[in-house]
């Protein structure tokens, strides 16, 4: 959503191939739907994005073939296009005090201005998938992860590479790698937790639950990138405050449990067995279900068969975890 000048709240929505603005307040609706025409093909939906700006919000829409325009999100007025730059990320640059674009031209990583699409900053490109952003200390880092065993920090002020490190192979299939940050090893340095996710889908649509001694998870130093530490773990959710410290817990799927666990101090804060080991757990849901101010969980629990895959999306079993009580409050079959 973003706010026109009058104040209206707009809704954006976008396809594959076009998008559409709706005023919520009386209905109306502007539509562009030949974004083809602009040499855009197949938005990828995922990526996009709103970045605000001084003069009102700007709507990024990035393509599949490495292609992305800015609009404006009210009248869907086409700000400008470039071919051939893929949008990684846009965040609000410390250095620079405003919101830039990141992208990946070829052989060149690229920060932009939205409002005109200058080059602000760039450096060599890094080989791998982008992971994301982070403030430490004053200072602005990206990270990126190349066929899931080697991990290059950058320093967003000097376009700079801190550290580049290889570890083991993540197990992998679909999806993207994700990372969690936290104080691990007394340094003061922010610790890195990566890890993939859990399970995936194959081309019949079944479920498939890989096996539990390969690496899910792998701990690096955020210092020089050294690696802590590898684990068989799934990282299910990594946003949990359950003793409103501030401190946030970690919800993990081991072969045989299920684990909330303090990277802060290492300590194990609930553990749940598992019926049947090798079951595959999906977190979908963490808010406070029964208003006691401590966020909840809802679990869902998918049986491994004889050939390691589960038939469809449906779990066998959902559980209900009380996060004050650190127990299960209620279970459906």
């Given at each position: 959503?973003?706010?026109?000048?009058?104040?209206?709240?707009?809704?954006?929505?976008?396809?594959?191939?076009?998008?559409?603005?709706?005023?919520?307040?009386?209905?109306?609706m502007?539509?562009?739907?030949?974004?083809?025409?602009?040499?855009?093909?197949?938005?990828?939906?995922?990526?996009?994005g709103?970045?605000?700006?001084?003069?009102?919000?700007?709507?990024?829409?990035?393509?599949?073939?490495?292609?992305?325009?800015?609009?404006?999100?009210?009248?869907?007025e086409?700000?400008?296009?470039?071919?051939?730059?893929?949008?990684?990320?846009?965040?609000?640059?410390?250095?620079?005090?405003?919101?830039?674009?990141?992208?990946?031209?070829?052989?060149?990583?690229?920060?932009?201005?939205?409002?005109?699409?200058?080059?602000?900053?760039?450096?060599?490109a890094?080989?791998?998938?982008?992971?994301?952003?982070?403030?430490?200390?004053?200072?602005?880092?990206?990270?990126?992860?190349?066929?899931?065993?080697?991990?290059?920090k950058?320093?967003?002020?000097?376009?700079?590479?801190?550290?580049?490190?290889?570890?083991?192979?993540?197990?992998?299939?679909?999806?993207?790698?994700?990372?969690?940050?936290?104080?691990?090893?007394?340094?003061?340095?922010?610790?890195?937790?990566?890890?993939?996710?859990?399970?995936?889908?194959?081309?019949?649509?079944?479920?498939?639950?890989?096996?539990?001694?390969?690496?899910?998870?792998?701990?690096?130093?955020?210092?020089?990138?050294?690696?802590?530490?590898?684990?068989?773990?799934?990282?299910?959710?990594?946003?949990?405050?359950?003793?409103?410290?501030?401190?946030?817990?970690?919800?993990?799927?081991?072969?045989?449990?299920?684990?909330?666990?303090?990277?802060?101090?290492?300590?194990?804060?609930?553990?749940?067995?598992?019926?049947?080991?090798e079951?595959?757990?999906?977190?979908?849901?963490?808010?406070?279900?029964?208003?006691?101010?401590?966020?909840?969980?809802?679990?869902?629990?998918?049986?491994?068969?004889?050939y390691?895959?589960?038939?469809?999306?449906?779990?066998?079993?959902?559980?209900?975890?009380?996060?004050?009580?650190?127990?299960?409050?209620?279970?459906?079959?």
């Amino acid at each position: 959503t973003t706010v026109d000048g009058d104040g209206n709240v707009i809704l954006v929505i976008p396809s594959y191939y076009g998008v559409v603005s709706i005023v919520l307040d009386d209905g109306s609706m502007t539509c562009m739907n030949s974004l083809w025409q602009m040499g855009l093909h197949n938005l990828d939906i995922e990526r996009m994005g709103m970045i605000p700006s001084s003069t009102g919000d700007i709507l990024i829409l990035p393509d599949t073939r490495d292609n992305m325009a800015l609009f404006d999100p009210v009248t869907l007025e086409l700000i400008l296009v470039e071919y051939g730059y893929t949008y990684l990320d846009h965040f609000f640059h410390e250095k620079e005090n405003r919101e830039l674009i990141l992208c990946e031209n070829w052989d060149r990583l690229m920060l932009i201005d939205p409002q005109n699409g200058f080059i602000v900053e760039e450096c060599d490109a890094v080989d791998g998938r982008f992971l994301g952003n982070y403030i430490e200390g004053g200072n602005q880092f990206l990270l990126f992860v190349d066929e899931e065993r080697t991990v290059v920090k950058i320093e967003l002020t000097s376009m700079k590479v801190s550290w580049r490190t290889t570890f083991s192979q993540l197990s992998r299939k679909y999806g993207s790698p994700g990372f969690h940050l936290c104080y691990l090893n007394g340094d003061g340095i922010l610790d890195i937790i990566i890890y993939n996710e859990p399970g995936y889908y194959d081309w019949s649509g079944r479920l498939v639950n890989e096996d539990m001694d390969k690496v899910n998870t792998v701990i690096l130093d955020g210092a020089d990138g050294s690696p802590l530490g590898t684990e068989h773990w799934r990282v299910l959710h990594t946003g949990l405050d359950t003793d409103l410290d501030t401190r946030e817990e970690i919800l993990i799927d081991t072969p045989d449990e299920v684990l909330i666990l303090d990277p802060w101090t290492g300590l194990i804060k609930m553990s749940i067995t598992k019926d049947h080991p090798e079951a595959l757990v999906k977190c979908p849901m963490v808010e406070d279900i029964n208003g006691d101010g401590v966020e909840d969980m809802v679990l869902y629990i998918y049986e491994k068969n004889l050939y390691g895959t589960q038939w469809g999306d449906s779990p066998d079993r959902m559980n209900i975890i009380d996060g004050r009580l650190m127990e299960v409050s209620g279970s459906i079959e």
